[in-house]
């Protein structure tokens, strides 16, 4: 996607190499201790091998959630050990949410091959992700010491709920006509941004960090996280499918109201009310309808909403992380992924 919004992202993968290396092998484990078949589907969807079973090595995505977990803990004084599981468990939460997604949406393609509904059907991918969360929980209560396993089970569970408050919402929002922007922040705050904040005071809290600090990384990944997902919805119209792995336009297609549209829509512009009309119609857009519906969103100022927007939450996020004393080496990291979050491709 060309955006005003360039950097340098290289450190930020850094991070996340350095991040799936620590995780893949644990979550790996976890998905070994899975019965078939739901072990495979759960091993595809990871892109670890095929529809067979047969070893592949198609990616599992960024690990960003992970990597947050692990930033917050090192940033407050504690090993990349110290937060392992609770790393391995936000990835695993994270991925039961997908499998779940992409079912709900009928998405077709994710990361460049089809989806796990797609090949299993959808009552052997809902049972996989499931799983995922039972295993994000074993993972959970399983990382040392005992003491920590209260407070870090409420953190994960506060994020899943506002998560589900926020999926429940998006799935409600293509129902109505009228939906705010406001509103759509609050859904988006749920269903993408509670899960980076959880994210974060997971890390905060296996170092036995302090309120303030657990507070402040938590309002870190809120804001990181709001930022990801208005960037997720201007790639969803804008970006290059063979950098995100999901085809461009499919949001549109199914008139779903992501944040750039809703701004758009409440634009009180000319291109704003024709795009309401043609979100009228409950059928599936023509080819012909997405390129116009793209063309009017980008018109009624949508697009440039998004791209300030983003910004905002980005410098937000930044923000949070000045407020307490960090170590170095891991408040650097943590900066990277704010701007791997407003500067991607995928």
Excluded at 50 to 57: F, I, L, Q, S, V
Excluded at 177 to 183: I, R
Excluded at 185 to 204: Q, V
Excluded at 306 to 318: G, H, T
Aim: hydrophobic letters at 45%; charged letters at 25%.
């Amino acid at each position: 996607m060309t955006t005003a919004l360039t950097t340098d992202t290289s450190e930020a993968w850094q991070v996340l190499r350095r991040t799936a290396e620590l995780t893949a092998p644990r979550i790996r484990l976890a998905l070994d201790r899975l019965s078939e078949p739901v072990r495979t589907v759960a091993r595809y969807h990871f892109g670890w091998c095929d529809a067979d079973g047969r070893h592949t090595d198609a990616g599992w995505g960024k690990g960003l959630r992970g990597a947050l977990v692990l930033g917050g803990a090192q940033a407050v004084g504690a090993g990349p050990g110290e937060a392992l599981g609770a790393a391995a468990a936000v990835e695993l939460v994270h991925n039961f949410s997908v499998l779940h997604d992409d079912v709900m949406d009928q998405d077709a393609t994710r990361r460049g091959r089809p989806t796990a509904w797609t090949v299993f059907g959808s009552a052997q991918a809902l049972l996989a992700g499931d799983a995922m969360l039972v295993l994000a929980m074993e993972e959970l209560a399983s990382s040392p010491p005992p003491a920590r396993h209260v407070a870090g089970t409420r953190e994960l569970c506060r994020a899943l709920l506002a998560l589900v408050a926020g999926q429940s919402a998006d799935l409600a929002f293509e129902e109505r006509a009228d939906v705010g922007l406001d509103e759509c922040l609050t859904m988006a705050a749920g269903k993408t941004a509670a899960l980076f904040a959880g994210a974060c005071g997971l890390g905060a809290l296996a170092a036995d960090a302090g309120p303030a600090q657990v507070e402040a990384l938590r309002g870190y990944g809120h804001h990181l996280g709001l930022a990801f997902q208005l960037v997720d919805d201007l790639l969803g119209i804008w970006g290059d499918t063979r950098a995100t792995g999901k085809p461009v336009g499919a949001d549109l297609r199914r008139r779903k109201k992501s944040l750039p549209v809703v701004a758009a829509l409440g634009s009180g512009t000319p291109a704003g009310r024709r795009l309401a009309e043609l979100y009228q119609d409950d059928r599936p857009l023509e080819p012909t309808g997405v390129a116009r519906a793209t063309t009017l969103v980008e018109q009624a100022g949508g697009r440039d909403w998004a791209l300030a927007e983003a910004d905002r939450q980005r410098s937000l996020a930044l923000d949070r992380l000045a407020e307490v004393t960090l170590d170095p080496d891991a408040a650097h990291g943590l900066r990277a992924l704010v701007d791997l979050a407003t500067h991607r491709s995928s």
